[in-house]
């Protein structure tokens, strides 16, 4: 197998991951507090990572090239998501990146850190220098290759793709006009017309996540090609795959 198709292999089994991963963590909160109507993932997001996976959750500043960060402290879990994200160098939308960087320390939270975690038993999560009774910590950094060898690197480039198919729930997008508006002009197939694009943000906005993480997903998927023309990015449209999106 060559390494193209088996990152296309391995990309395919974090997806599924990150989508069990969402879809048990999701099912525990709505019975935990007898909810019967699915929420949108985006606006309990925050709740799963308190309530069901008890992990203190906090927005405080940290290095400009880090998202967020994981770490067991004194017995707890805690997850820091950075205030200074709209700072980073190309980040057109803050809210959304923060959002997708929940998902990805909620991947961390139940692999990497938590007590009863097989993965949290056998991978050294110290950083390198620190003595065992310092608190284990992940940082996600904004230039971090996950395509690298080690475990650090398989680690990141697990929760890196995981967290994106669970942060984009096809369940939430058919809750999305906009994105309904779009699988037609999928169905019709071609090149789609400008506002094809203007679809993909707002089911974005809709969504809650940053219109780059959920353009580059759907087109890891299958759902469109980007080709440029006359100095453009056009979206081009692979109907023969379908129109429904399910995992």
Known sequence: MNRTAFLDRRRAECWQLGVRHRESLLQRYMDQYQIVERP???DVIDDIIRDVQEARLYCAALPLDTFGQTEARRGRIEVTINSRISEM???KDAAGVAYRTKWHESIHVTDDVS???DQAAN????LPGFEEDTPRLIVCRKNRSTNGGGAEAAREFTAEHASLAAAIADEDLARSQAFQEFQHLIAEGGEL????WRLLYESAEFIGINPTALVDYLQQRG???ITPRNGKK???ANPSLGVTLCL
């Not at 991978?123 to 110290?126: E, I, T, Y």
């Not at 017309?193 to 094809?196: F, Q, R």
């Open 234 to 236: 056009r979206l081009v």
């Open 89 to 91: 160098p190309g980040v």
């Open 223 to 225: 759902l469109f090609h």
């Open 123 to 126: 991978r050294p999560l110290f």
């Open 115 to 117: 007590a009863d975690s």
């Open 40 to 42: 949108l993932l985006k």
């Open 193 to 196: 017309p400008n506002w094809g």
